[in-house]
């Protein structure tokens, strides 16, 4: 009885957690909009590196396959909706026809890197698919001979913004009687998205080819002694992982209204797999955390550095890009001394680096 | 006698200059337990490694349940009704024993990442399938006690039970065990014993590599000795052990 109970009180304070974090999370862009509009559109680029990390996080925490090229899958998806919705090639389809396409072909680029690395591992599979990911950016930056097909290092601009039923994301607008600015819109929008990846994440992660990863992360020879066709089961990791990857890249195409081949260099990539590892590989909330603790805390230097800077020393000494880079190797070097796993491991992979062995 | 479950023809295998099996033959009957032994070296292990796809013969075939099998991967072999376990233990180490149980019914079961999404009536009930039969495997081998622990946590005999219930999820027609008792006390190799007998008398045939002789000779059927490669002798164990070539082997000639 009284297991029953304690279930009960368990039960309503997890509805009223869910509850508040609904309200807290519906509440946010007008607290942001106090403090300036520039504050709801990192938010919504910090979404993006949520989804950004999730998906890495397939390849990466779940497979155990290291993946350096993962940005080459946001350009592509974001290359999709560029060129799908803009004047650059003269059509103009709905977001919703487009996203679908763009995770398709992120998917199927992810197939593409997958197959002719399924025998590597560690560092050699890493560098392939760095390899990989510039390959992509290359082609982004030069297809713009013979044919022009990506406008080449110019990017593709006055690219459509996200239309639902008559109204546009990319200007304010007074809905309901609120005036809702754009940024707001994507917000909303992006929530929506987060919720649907999140779930996707968590039903993929406790289903048979979840499981699967994890085989194949833990002992790869075990999992194809037992049945595990180990050749399909990475390939839909790579596949999921891209796919991804492609929505982020069609939203922030979308946001930006403009896109270069510039936004998908190498150190995105590392960008992304490092929210993943600080994290905490394989646990979805701990990968939110890191994605969302990188995306603010730089933006927070970038408002206080400046102005702390001139009000101790008159001028500025060090640009924030230099503090950032400084204290992001910091923390990495403080990270992997003090939680080798990252701030919220899943459980097992906390044991698994830990250093204490166990007896029994 | 009953009918024939595993038949090798002439199997071989060579790495480089190395001839680790020369046209090794051997008939495993159904529901039997068959018992694989011979010095270090001798092949055993190649010949497991062989039958079970991770590596492919230079020559030979084998016939199994009837059919020519085909080895082109392992995950087939394991789909055709072959299970195996390793000498040096391969579990899912920071995944539960239940866990490692529920990943070796992946080759029974079918849902993929559309079903897993939407995780519709089928998907569910697969899912509390898989669960059911992995905790009645656990049960059977004996470590349903430790079903949420993580397997790397399990004590040595425990991490040898829980990779016979993980080949066990695969419903195989014949299980492959590479030295089970190996690295076990006395305990632990006689509730291993007891454990294979269960198998057999659950209609299982059971393919067994071992060090621990007199184990051999108790718990099999029949016996086959493998030497630099060779087959030298394949009978009921009371022959094989009066074996002159046999007992060559093993003290050296």
Known sequence: MTTGSSNRTNRTLKYAGVIFVAVALMALPFALTAAGTAWVRITNLAILYVFLSLGLNIVVGYAGLLDLGYVAFYGVGAYVYALLASPHLGIHLPFWVILPIGAALAAFFGVLLGTPTLKLRGDYLAIVTMGFGEIVRIFLNNLSRPINITNGPQGIAIIDPVRVGGISFGHEDVLFGVTVSGPVKYYYLLLLLLLLVIVVNLRLQNSRIGRAWEAIREDETAARAIGIDTTLVKLLAFAMGASFGGVAGGMFSAIQGFISPESFVLTESVMILAMVVLGGMGNIWGVIAGALLLSYVPEMLRYTVVPVQMAVFGRMLVEPEVIRMLLFGLALVLMMRFRPAGLWPLRARQREFSTEDVVK | ?253
């Open chain 2, 1 to 253: 006698m009953s009918s024939i479950l595993l038949e090798a023809h002439a199997v071989a295998k060579r790495f480089g200059g190395v001839r680790a099996l020369h046209d090794v033959s051997l008939t495993i009957h159904e529901g039997e337990i068959y018992g694989l032994i011979g010095p270090n070296g001798a092949g055993k292990t190649t010949f497991f490694n062989v039958l079970t796809g991770l590596y492919s013969a230079t020559t030979g075939s084998f016939t199994f349940a009837g059919a020519p099998l085909r080895i082109s991967a392992p995950h087939e072999v394991a789909k055709a009704g072959i299970a195996r376990t390793f000498q040096n233990i391969r579990l899912f180490a920071n995944m539960t024993a239940l866990e490692n149980v529920m990943v070796g019914r992946h080759v029974r079961t079918h849902a993929g990442v559309i079903g897993a999404v939407l995780r519709g009536a089928g998907t569910r009930a697969e899912e509390a399938a898989i669960e059911r039969r992995a905790l009645e495997l656990l049960h059977y081998v004996g470590v349903a006690d430790r079903a949420n622990d993580l397997a790397r946590n399990l004590p040595y005999g425990d991490q040898r039970r829980l990779e016979i219930a993980r080949a066990l999820a695969t419903d195989p027609k014949l299980l492959a065990l590479d030295e089970p008792a190996a690295g076990m006390n006395a305990t632990e190799t006689a509730a291993l014993r007891t454990l294979v007998e269960g198998l057999r008398a659950d209609g299982l045939t059971v393919l067994l590599i071992e060090h621990d002789v007199k184990l051999v000779m108790g718990l099999c059927d029949r016996v086959a000795v493998l030497d630099y490669g060779e087959k030298i002798a394949e009978d009921v164990p009371e022959k094989v052990q009066r074996d002159q070539k046999v007992i060559e082997a093993y003290l050296g000639a």
